[in-house]
């Protein structure tokens, strides 16, 4: 995991996508519109390119919705579950498609991108409910788990870290691996990135996440270890990789989980990633940091799950 790119070319490159994700990224500060946000979201994504090559199709996992992402050269049993972030309020497979496929292009895995159930109309548990019904899913079609990678992004991130927990907690076999993107595993918004990069987060901000967590928690305490991950007894769990920009308010986040992984004995591989803001893979075609992470997540998935 050696490439480096120089500062002035990641500079340049995340001030042209800041431009062009403004309206948007003010819209997550704002008390929100929910509806108008899923929708603005989705459409930000489907902007991007689908790699060549991949096809999408709707499925169900155990009644939970999914896009199935499949490339043209993908061969095997290994798959990739995804859980997108959004806060656990907005974010769909349709706002993450591009993301996933170019997982898929670069890995050879079969993806499954899930629709689970979000806040406030469907508060905690829901979504941690419905990645354990898709996972389920896919050990029930012979999909052995020592071929499957769970990753999120954000809140997703968040959720791929409860997700394993609560695979533990129920006996079932953990995965090959866990790949979380900028995870959101603190609902209580501690650590010291969150003053240190509250001006050079254009994204996420700590009176948005308070909001948040308030929609998704619906009076759980936010000190439950599936709220909150970096809280809970992680040992048991599968080899994490973590991806991180140094300028997010979410870096603490990070730091802690893999802090927290490696007093459990986990097996934990942290990178942050210089001058890259929240979730920087979602801006792949844009950003060279961002397709170089993809490419080195791919080899450490290909690796877990060879």
Same mark, same amino acid.
């Given at each position: 995991m050696g490439h480096e790119v120089p500062a002035s070319i990641s500079q340049a490159e995340v001030a042209a996508v800041r431009v062009q994700v403004q309206a948007m990224a003010d819209q997550l500060r704002e008390p929100p519109n929910v509806a108008k946000l899923r929708l603005d979201y989705d459409a930000m994504g489907q902007l991007y390119p689908v790699a060549e090559g991949v096809s999408v199709t709707e499925v169900s996992l155990n009644g939970v919705p999914a896009e199935k992402h499949t490339g043209s050269d993908t061969s095997g049993t290994a798959t990739l579950l995804y859980l997108h972030g959004g806060g656990y309020v907005i974010g769909s *497979?349709?706002?993450?498609?591009?993301?996933?496929?170019?997982?898929?292009?670069?890995?050879?895995?079969?993806?499954?991108?899930?629709?689970?159930?979000?806040?406030?109309?469907?508060?905690?548990?829901?979504?941690?409910?419905?990645?354990?019904?898709?996972?389920?899913?896919?050990?029930?079609?012979?999909?052995?788990?020592?071929?499957?990678?769970?990753?999120?992004?954000?809140?997703?991130?968040? &959720?791929?870290?409860?997700?394993?927990?609560?695979?533990?907690?129920?006996?079932? *076999?953990?995965?090959?691996? $866990?790949?979380?993107?900028? *995870?959101?595993?603190? &609902?209580?918004?501690?650590?010291?990135?969150?003053?240190?990069?509250?001006?050079?987060?254009f994204i996420v901000d700590k009176a948005s996440l308070d909001r948040w967590a308030a929609a998704y928690l619906n009076g759980t305490s936010?000190?439950?270890?599936?709220?909150? *991950?970096? $809280?809970?007894?992680?040992?048991?769990?599968?080899?994490?990789?973590?991806?991180v920009g140094s300028e997010e308010v979410l870096l603490a986040d990070s730091l802690r989980l893999a802090e927290a992984a490696g007093l459990a004995l986990v097996d934990v591989t942290l990178k942050i990633v210089p001058h890259m803001p929240h979730v920087f893979h979602y801006m792949w075609p844009q950003v060279t940091a961002a397709r170089i992470a993809i490419n080195e997540a791919a080899a450490w998935m290909q690796a877990r799950t060879a």
């Open positions: *497979p349709k706002s993450h498609s591009h993301m996933v496929a170019q997982f898929v292009a670069t890995s050879g895995m079969i993806a499954y991108s899930v629709d689970y159930r979000l806040a406030p109309e469907h508060p905690f548990p829901a979504a941690i409910d419905d990645a354990v019904a898709a996972y389920r899913a896919l050990l029930d079609q012979g999909i052995p788990a020592s071929k499957i990678i769970i990753s999120g992004d954000s809140a997703g991130g968040g &959720l791929t870290m409860a997700t394993a927990l609560k695979l533990k907690a129920e006996g079932l *076999p953990q995965p090959a691996g $866990l790949f979380v993107i900028s *995870p959101w595993a603190n &609902l209580l918004q501690e650590g010291a990135s969150y003053a240190a990069k509250a001006e050079a987060d936010a000190q439950d270890s599936l709220a909150s *991950p970096v $809280l809970a007894d992680l040992s048991g769990l599968a080899p994490i990789l973590i991806h």
